[in-house]
Each structure stands twice: as C-alpha cells, then as structure tokens.
C-alpha cells in the first residue's frame, strides 16, 4: 500500500471549477490505476472517474463532459478537475491507488457545491 493525500477540496458555487489533487507519497501514481470516488450524505461510495496505467480515461456518466482526471507524468500526480459543478457533486472524494487488486485509499476530502 502507499499513503495518499488529497487537496483541493472546498466551497465551489453552482457552475464552478474546483481542482483536487492526489499524491502518493514515496511512489509514482503513473504506476497505479487512479480512481476518484466520491460519497455523498446518506449514499454509496461510487466511483467517479479512473485513469489506467496506459493513461486511458474513464467517467461515470453523472460528471461526464464536465469532470477531467488527468495525470503530470513528471511529478505522479494525479488531478481531478471539475467544472459546472453542481449541488450533486457535493461529497467527500476519495482517491484510490490500484496496484493489481492492491488498493490504496486517500483520507478523502470536501467538496461542496452551494450559493
């Protein structure tokens, strides 16, 4: 396993952008399948977005078009940018390190979408 650490979390408004970050600290996340889930108040934690070793990408179709994961190949780290966000969006976001069927998990951090 390897520790991870989010950031970025915080108040967005509705339509917003807002940028997390994770970081494996000791390793490389370009080693990794990255996935962000989120949990929101009351319901399961589902997966968000993921991005594969290859740099393949994919999203749930709830933040689809509006949610971006991207990886800095120099640094590892990994980014989950979204924009038009919503009151939906609102939950705590957790980021996911997957070794072959090893799994790491981030703290998880904040976000909320409100006026």
């Known amino acids: 396993q390897v520790p991870l650490v989010e950031s970025g979390g915080g108040l967005v408004q509705p339509g917003g952008s807002l940028r997390l970050s994770c970081v494996a600290s000791?390793?490389?996340?370009?080693?990794?399948?990255v996935r962000w889930y989120r949990q929101a108040a009351g319901k399961p934690r589902e997966v968000v977005a993921s991005?594969?070793?290859?740099?393949?990408?994919s999203y749930a179709d709830s933040v689809k078009g509006r949610f971006t994961i991207s990886r800095d190949s120099s640094e590892g780290t990994v980014y989950l940018q979204l924009k038009d966000a919503r009151p939906e969006d609102t939950a705590i976001y957790y980021c996911?390190?997957?070794?072959?069927?090893?799994?790491?998990w981030g703290d998880g951090i904040n976000v909320t979408v409100s006026e």
């Open positions: 996911n390190a997957d070794n072959y069927g090893l799994e790491s």
């Open positions: 000791g390793s490389h996340l370009s080693l990794y399948t």
């Open positions: 991005i594969l070793r290859s740099g393949i990408t």
